[in-house]
């Protein structure tokens, strides 16, 4: 077998192509990478401002429903008391009406009874009267 032995064109492609690799690592691929580490940066960083921004959100909204809970929740208890006082105060009414219209009707009953018992004496006192007469003008 024999040996290749390398001459100097070999070792100048070899430079060449290093010189080459450098140059373009330098002035083309290291500006795109760097655009896209930045361009990377700013996608990932509104994403990650997005994501910051929609936890805010729902922890304003949890909190604002549990507030809106809170809220009803008083209004109803307001409710309640309002509704508990209203019956209260119907059930008082109706009970005045009721005594008022029990002492007018015993009122009532014994003026009836009192008028019976004069309209009773009346009628016994004319029935009187008329049979007295009867009496005188049968026997005249």
Same mark, same amino acid.
């Given at each position: ?24 690592k ?22 990650r ?39 209260? +105060? ?19 009953k014994?003026?009836?009874?009192? +008028? ?25």
């Amino acid at each position: 077998m024999e040996l290749v032995q390398p001459d100097l064109s070999v070792l100048i492609i070899i430079f060449l192509t290093w010189s080459l690799y450098f140059i373009l690592k330098r002035s083309f691929f290291d500006p795109i990478n760097k655009v896209l580490e930045n361009r990377d940066l700013a996608i990932n960083g509104v994403q990650r401002q997005a994501s910051d921004k929609l936890q805010e959100f729902e922890k304003k909204s949890r909190l604002y429903q549990d507030n809106l809970h809170v809220g009803r929740l008083e209004i109803y208890s307001q409710q309640d008391i309002l509704r508990a006082e209203a019956l209260n +105060q119907r059930s008082r009414i109706v009970a005045e009406g009721r005594q008022q219209a029990e002492a007018l009707i015993q009122s009532t009953k014994n003026d009836l009874q009192g +008028q019976v018992v004069s309209a009773k004496r009346k009628l016994e006192s004319d029935s009187t009267q008329i049979a007295d007469g009867i009496v005188k003008a049968i026997l005249r």
